[in-house]
């Protein structure tokens, strides 16, 4: 059974950072690309980030590239997003999740975990 | 960017009947491999999210052949069949043709 279990949520001041993991089981996570999804209270989904198999390529979004950085470790089967210089608007509960793809492209997010929150307050 | 829009924030229906969602994208979601880039999530209190969808009207592993995608180009739509109590939820659309990847804003299934 696929797993994703998020953790290192918590209450941040602005301008501070914090680190997020993800602990993946049930597949093999090194043949998987890996990714970041947040929700801000009572909001929609956004995409945050993505990290290929091997962790040389990542993407972003401009709302939070040159802040936030995805890496994994696949002895460790773990996801990370190391979040700097962080923002009111970063308030979010943020999902690791699982794409599915094809050659070319993601198809869509098969796996989700149950999310950590997050909350950028003074 | 590519912009999805749910135009309908919340539908109220009864169990048992047939609800369409829709999902209108700001441009074609059709890639060069004849695929739509288009995909449906379902979430629920206390669940993890749940993918429905994928290249607009395949079902993933275990979805109830209630759940129908349909569409092409720009206009997509969610179907449910005899909606069920456990379907009250909110849907979201998904682009991923191109970066950066956007969501719809949901559509909340409301009991009526």
């Known amino acids: 059974e696929v797993q994703l279990v998020e953790s290192g949520g918590g209450l941040v001041q602005p301008g501070r950072s914090l680190k997020l993991s993800c602990a993946a089981s049930g597949f093999t996570f090194s043949n998987y690309y890996m990714a970041w999804v947040r929700q801000a209270p009572k909001k929609g989904l956004e995409w945050v980030a993505t990290?290929?198999?091997?962790?040389?390529?990542?993407y972003y979004p401009d709302s939070v590239k040159g802040r936030f950085t995805i890496s994994r470790d696949n002895a460790k089967s773990s996801l990370y997003l190391q979040m700097n210089s962080l923002k009111s608007e970063d308030t979010a509960t943020y999902y690791c999740a699982r794409p599915r793809r094809g050659i070319a492209a993601i198809w869509y997010f098969d796996y989700w975990g149950q999310g950590v929150m997050v909350t950028v307050s003074s | 960017q590519i912009t999805l829009t749910q135009q309908a924030e919340s539908l109220w229906i009864s169990p048992g009947e047939r609800v369409s969602i829709t999902c209108r994208a700001s441009q074609s979601l059709l890639y060069t491999d004849g695929k739509h880039y288009l995909s449906w999530y379902q979430q629920r209190p206390g669940q993890t999210t749940k993918a429905l969808i994928y290249h607009a009207s395949v079902r993933t592993d275990g979805v109830p052949t209630r759940f129908i995608g349909s569409g092409s180009g720009t206009e997509f739509t969610l179907s449910i069949e005899h909606v069920q109590p456990e379907d009250f939820a909110i849907y979201y659309c998904l682009q991923t043709l191109k970066s950066p990847y956007t969501f719809g804003a949901g559509t909340k299934l409301e009991l009526k």
């Open positions: 990290i290929s198999t091997s962790g040389s390529r990542t």
